[in-house]
């Protein structure tokens, strides 16, 4: 079965710290790999993804993901986070349907 | 960017009583639409997939003549929840994918339903 697993339901960072927020996928999740942003009371945002090509993918507004094989793993990670990126993310992959992760809270201190 | 619409935000309805979620893609047309279910502190549910002039493909565990889905034209999917019951009260999204944009989606706001 697809799965896809963050292994943290919560992180608590430190505005300005760096952060990682995990996600392991199955091999059987087809390698079409989503981050999602869901501010409060909001829908799903696509952060980024990555369907093919370079391992790193980068949004605009500073977080990057990398797909590894090897590791089944596509992490996030921001070098310094902000109070505006308090919300929860969601790692999914597939194509034709599209499973989720159980989703991470990032929640930024100031 | 492509937007997708949900209507209405929020509905609190009676036990009994069937409850309408209507999801709209404003700029493009959708042949597939996607409904999915959140529950507090959990991921989210995909319910069924909706293809414009055909019948919805339910996943398993969900009930067909429960939660009714139309995609009449290329731009409305609509989710019909029947004979609502306390324990259907959840957040309801929708979402769409672009033609030509592989794998991707685009979500609604969501829906909060809320059976009394």
């Known amino acids: 079965a697809q799965s896809v697993t963050q292994l943290d339901s919560q992180v608590p960072v430190f505005e300005e710290a760096p952060v990682e927020l995990r996600c392991n996928y199955s091999s059987s999740v087809s390698v079409y790999l989503f981050w999602y942003v869901q501010y409060p009371n909001q829908g799903l945002q696509l952060l980024l993804k990555?369907?093919?090509?370079?391992?790193l993918v980068k949004s605009i507004n500073g977080f990057e993901a990398e797909f590894n094989k090897s590791q089944t793993s596509f992490h996030l990670r921001k070098p310094s986070v902000h109070i505006s990126d308090t919300a929860e993310y969601f790692c999914a992959g597939g194509y034709q349907k599209v499973t989720f992760g159980t989703g991470t809270k990032l929640q930024v201190i100031p | 960017g492509a937007v997708v619409s949900q209507h209405p935000s929020r509905v609190i309805c009676k036990s009994g009583t069937s409850v309408k979620i209507e999801c709209r893609s404003l700029d493009f047309q959708a042949t597939t639409m996607f409904w999915y279910r959140q529950f507090p502190k959990q991921s989210l549910m995909l319910m069924a997939t909706?293809?414009?002039?055909?019948?919805?493909?339910?996943e398993q565990g969900v009930e067909k003549d429960k939660f009714l889905i139309n995609h009449a034209s290329l731009t409305l999917s609509t989710l019909t929840v029947t004979s609502a019951h306390p324990e259907d009260s959840s957040f309801y999204i929708c979402s769409a994918r672009v033609p030509g944009l592989e794998g991707e989606q685009y979500f609604g706001p969501g829906t909060r339903l809320t059976v009394t």
């Open positions: 909706s293809n414009e002039g055909s019948k919805a493909t339910y």
């Open positions: 990555y369907l093919s090509g370079s391992t």
